[in-house]
């Protein structure tokens, strides 16, 4: 790897950085459905913003439908308060954006600021992984 390209991705890293926190969407879990059995899964993951990202990442949804894509992505349920807080946060910080009505659906889609926010989040959930994947080898 060349100076310069290091020096890009640096550049790059930094720039991801700044975007996470910048406009990381502060979660509550004060009101996520959380069963014992989630719970005691050393799998469990819940980031309700996040996974909401994460789901419209793949097309517009309305809230069942992204309950249930969060439920197939990562076997998380959030609960309907739980989800419509995370929308209601992301909405205000302009990572999602509200459709019009289809019947008594009320779809969301992902704004353009909102894929550049999930992409910077992946990327350090990426390099997270790796480093601690690598780290759990050594022991």
């Known amino acids: 790897m060349s100076f310069q390209s290091a020096s890009s991705d640096s550049k790059l890293n930094t720039h991801y950085s700044k975007l996470c926190y910048d406009y990381y969407v502060t979660r509550s879990t004060k009101h996520n459905v959380v069963t014992a059995k989630s719970v005691s899964d050393p799998g469990y993951f819940s980031d309700p913003p996040l996974?909401?990202?994460?789901?419209?990442?793949?097309g517009p949804k309305h809230g069942h439908a992204m309950i249930e894509d969060i439920v197939g992505l990562c076997g998380t349920r959030l609960g309907p308060g739980t989800l419509y807080g995370a929308i209601t946060r992301l909405e205000e910080e302009g990572l999602i954006e509200s459709l019009p009505p289809e019947d008594r659906r009320y779809p969301y889609r992902i704004t353009p600021k909102g894929?550049?926010?999930?992409n910077?989040?992946?990327s350090t959930l990426q390099r997270l992984a790796r480093v601690g994947l690598r780290r759990l080898e050594a022991l």
């Open 115 to 118: 894929i550049e926010v999930l």
């Open 120 to 122: 910077a989040k992946l």
């Open 51 to 58: 996974l909401v990202l994460a789901s419209l990442a793949s």
